[in-house]
């Protein structure tokens, strides 16, 4: 479609802004904005918040390496005689990876730091999804995860194609903004601790059910299921298991925040004069 924001930049023949790149981009900037909000509206620690922004950071580089490996391993599970390595990624395992290496450093910082992963957890879906939408936009733009040609009203031509198609990634991409509302109204208005569960099955299902409309072809990982219809599965057990699991570890975000409001009064407080030798004098003058 637009692979190129900008192409020959300043005159310069290989310098291209690419479109897909530039929607990550502000995917990411978001990311780290709703993290940083977000996260001290249910009153995270600023400490605990910076570790969660350097660690998402490093995270992210580590996930985009690891999405570019998932889908070259299902590439070379599929025709291992005919393999070559490809620039392509898959979402799904660079939200694996990254969310793996997310948890690696957390546990080697978690004595150091003054709050419980669970207890913080759950504005991480949040920042996910809003950064996944705009990629989405971005994968739209270069024209792939496209879908299967349709003669619908919705279909879209794309420059490669030879017939209008599903524009598959519109449609995720609007999930995911309605999926980012309903998680933000979860976690801001209810307070809920449950909303890394209702990501993982709510996406997980969508997932599965959108790859029956997904044509560029990713290989097979297991036999009659595409990679991310078997890991879409693992995402839905996996939100299943939490929900006792939450409710086990007693997370409790109304707590947090209302620990957090009450220490921020506390440092308002402290540098107020209290009553005592001033107030006392004050009084006097006015005798």
């Known amino acids: 479609m637009h692979p190129y924001l900008v192409q020959h930049l300043f005159g310069i023949e290989w310098l291209n802004i690419a479109t897909y790149g530039t929607c990550i981009a502000v995917g990411l900037v978001l990311c780290f904005i709703v993290l940083e909000f977000y996260g001290r509206y249910i009153g995270i620690k600023k400490k605990m918040n910076d570790f969660m922004f350097y660690d998402g950071v490093f995270s992210t580089i580590a996930g985009f390496g690891c999405a570019f490996l998932f889908q070259n391993l299902y590439n070379y599970i599929d025709d291992p005689e005919h393999f070559t390595w490809q620039n392509t990624v898959t979402f799904i395992g660079g ?49 792939c995860c496209y879908g299967k040609p349709t003669d619908s009203f919705l279909g879209v031509q794309f420059p490669h194609l030879h017939e209008k198609v599903h524009p598959t990634q519109l449609y995720e991409s609007a999930f995911l903004f309605i999926l980012f509302a309903v ?31 997904r044509d560029d072809y990713r290989g097979e990982f297991v036999a009659g299921l595409t990679p991310s219809q078997f890991w879409s599965i693992v995402m839905v ?36 004069p209290a009553e005592g030798a001033d107030g006392q004098e004050s009084k006097e003058n006015e005798e």
């Open 237 to 272: 057990v996996l939100g299943i298991v939490l929900i006792p699991l939450m409710i086990r570890w007693k997370v409790d975000l109304k707590k947090s925040r209302e620990e957090r409001l009450a220490e921020k009064a506390a440092a308002g407080t402290a540098g107020e």
């Open 183 to 213: 998680l933000s109204f979860m976690l801001l208005k209810k307070l809920s601790k449950h909303t890394i569960s209702v990501y993982l099955i709510s996406y997980g299902i969508f997932r599965f059910a959108i790859e029956f409309l």
């Open 95 to 143: 939200l694996l990876g990254g969310v793996a290496i997310f948890l690696v450093i957390y546990l080697i910082a978690k004595k150091r730091l003054p709050q419980r992963m669970c207890d913080v957890a759950p504005v991480i879906p949040c920042c996910i999804t809003i950064t996944h939408a705009f990629g989405r936009i971005g994968c739209f733009f270069a024209g």
